[in-house]
Nanobody
Framework: QVQLVESGGGLVQPGGSLRLSCAAS????????MGWYRQAPGKERELVAQ???????NYADSVKGRFTISRDNAKNTVYLQMNPLKPEDTAVYYC????????????????WGQGTQVTVSS
């Protein structure tokens, strides 16, 4: 299994931006896809965005046009650029290594990061 460590979360005002990073413990080139999930208090964990090793992407409808997922295979790192942020984006964001493309359920996740908190509030 690959170890994943997220960073970049924090408190931001509505309309602001954040970039999350996910550093992997080994090469991610051979992993079918990488993804970002989020979980708000009292809600189920949901898929936000996913990306294949060749750069094909897929987004949840709620973040299309606002979030951008990218990856740097040479650095074994995946990013999530988020802007403009809304209060409803408040959640713990998790990086994930996916066993298939596209991932359709939480069962398609091979490894999870520990999560990073994103809070959008004025």
């Amino acid at each position: 299994q690959v170890q994943l460590v997220e960073s970049g979360g924090g408190l931001v005002q509505p309309g602001g931006s954040l970039r999350l990073s996910c550093a992997a413990s080994r090469s991610i080139f051979s992993i079918p896809a990488m993804g970002w999930y989020r979980q708000a208090p009292g809600k189920e964990r949901e898929l936000v965005a996913q990306i294949t090793s060749s750069g094909t992407t897929n987004y949840a409808d709620s973040v299309k046009g606002r979030f951008t997922i990218s990856r740097d295979n040479a650095k074994n790192t995946v990013y999530l650029q988020m802007n403009p942020l809304k209060p409803e984006d408040t959640a713990v964001y998790y990086c994930a290594a996916l066993d298939r493309w596209p991932a359709c359920s939480l069962g398609d996740v091979g490894s999870w990061g520990q999560g990073t908190q994103v809070t959008v509030s004025s």
